[in-house]
C-alpha cells in the first residue's frame, strides 16, 4: 500500500520540532512537501524529510496532485479558512488545534468535510495517547466509584509579547493554547459534558493569561464538580485528577507526555495504588498513524470535528460564564 503523502501549510516552529518528524516517522506516511517563502525555515523540516518539495504559497501545496494530505498549523483563526480550502482541493486535512474561535464557526468545516467525501479531524493528539484511553476504561469500568470531582492544571510561562500565543489579532491566550486540553480531556475520559461554569480570567494585551474555571459536568453516572486552571504566566504545572466515591486517579504528565515528563497514570485506592508507566510513547506518531488508518481502512477517529465543536461550546461556555 502506498503511503499517504503529506503537506503542511506553513513552517512553524511547532510543526518543525513535533508533527513534521510524527508525519514522516509514522508508518505508512511520507512528509512530501511544504508551503513556505522562507527558505531557512524550509531548511528545518528537509533535515529530517529528504527530497521535500517546496511551494511558495498555501494554493501551490494545495493544487499538488502528488499530496493526499495536509496538516495545518497555522494561526487559529486561519484554521476554519484553509481547512475548507484543503478539502475543497480534494485533501484529507488534519488541523492543529483550536479548530475555531467558536464552535459556529467550525459547522462550515464539518459541511465542507461531507461534501468532499474526505477525512477531517482536529489534531488533539492526547486521545490517542494510551494513557488516556487507560483513564477513560477505568471510569468506564467504574475503578473509583462514582466520579465526584475532576480537577485540571496546566501551565506555563512565556511572557514574550511577540509569540503568536500572545497575540489576539491570531486567536492567542491560555484558553485557545491549552484551555482545550484542560477541558476536554475531562469530556473525553469522562464521557461528560458541561452544565454550568463560572470563569475569572485575568488578560494581557486582549489574551487572557490565567483563567480560573469551576462548575459542574454530568456523565452517565450523574453530575460532578469540576476545577480548572490554565495560565501562560506561571511556572509549568501539569497535572489531573478524576476523584470518585471509591479512589481517584491521577496523572503526572497528561498532556506533553514524553517531553513535561513520563506519561504516568496512577489509581488510588483503599490503601491500594496501581501505577503504570508508558516510556518512549510518541503521541503525535499515534495521531497519525490513527488518522492514516481512518483514511485508508476507515478505522474511527478518537477525536471527530463533531467532538471538537462540543469542545469549543465548552470554550465557549468558559468565556460566558466570567464573573
Known amino acids: 500500500m502506498e503511503p499517504v503523502t503529506w503537506g503542511i501549510l506553513g513552517a512553524s516552529n511547532f510543526a518543525a520540532t513535533r508533527m513534521g518528524p510524527a508525519l514522516h516517522a509514522a508508518k505508512g506516511s511520507c512528509l512530501a512537501a511544504l508551503a513556505t517563502a ?42 476554519v479558512e484553509w481547512g475548507i480550502k484543503a478539502l475543497e482541493a480534494g485533501k484529507h486535512v488534519l488541523i492543529e488545534k483550536p479548530l475555531a474561535m467558536t464552535a459556529a ?46 480537577d485540571v492544571t496546566f501551565t506555563y510561562d512565556n511572557p514574550d509579547p511577540a509569540n503568536i500565543r500572545n497575540r489576539a489579532d491570531v ?6 493554547d491549552i484551555g482545550v ?29 490565567f483563567a480560573q474555571v469551576w462548575g459542574e459536568m454530568a456523565g452517565p453516572d450523574g453530575a460532578f464538580s469540576f476545577a480548572a486552571l490554565t495560565s501562560t504566566r506561571l511556572y509549568p504545572r501539569q497535572e489531573v485528577t478524576f476523584q470518585g466515591e471509591a479512589g481517584r486517579i491521577t496523572l503526572s504528565a497528561p498532556f506533553n ?11 488510588h485506592g483503599f490503601n491500594t495504588t496501581e501505577t503504570h508507566r508508558f516510556p518512549g510513547v510518541n ?5 497519525v498513524e490513527a488518522f492514516i488508518a481512518h483514511i485508508r481502512a476507515g478505522t474511527p477517529f478518537a477525536w471527530t470535528l463533531e467532538e471538537a465543536q462540543k469542545g469549543q461550546a465548552m470554550i465557549d461556555m468558559v468565556r460566558a460564564g466570567e464573573i
Open 181 to 209: 486540553y484542560a477541558y476536554s480531556s475531562i469530556r473525553f475520559a469522562a464521557r461528560a459534558e458541561p452544565v454550568a461554569l463560572h470563569a475569572r480570567l485575568q488578560r494581557e494585551n486582549g489574551v487572557d493569561t
Open 105 to 150: 464557526e467550525i459547522a462550515p468545516l464539518i459541511a465542507a468535510r461531507d461534501a468532499a467525501g474526505k477525512c477531517a479531524a482536529e489534531a488533539y493528539m492526547i486521545v490517542h495517547h494510551p494513557q488516556w484511553q487507560l483513564v477513560r476504561r477505568w471510569l468506564d469500568e467504574g475503578r473509583i466509584g462514582r466520579l465526584k470531582h475532576a
Open 283 to 287: 503521541q503525535y506518531v499515534l495521531q
Open 38 to 79: 522562507s527558505p531557512e525555515k524550509a531548511a528545518r523540516f528537509a533535515a529530517f524529510a529528504p527530497g521535500l518539495k517546496v511551494h511558495e504559497s498555501y494554493a501551490a501545496l494545495l493544487d499538488d496532485p502528488q499530496i493526499e494530505a495536509v496538516y495545518i498549523p497555522l494561526p487559529n483563526t486561519l484554521h
Open 257 to 267: 507526555a514524553g517531553v513535561f515528563g513520563e506519561g504516568q497514570v496512577s489509581l
Open 171 to 176: 486567536g492567542g491566550g491560555s484558553i485557545p
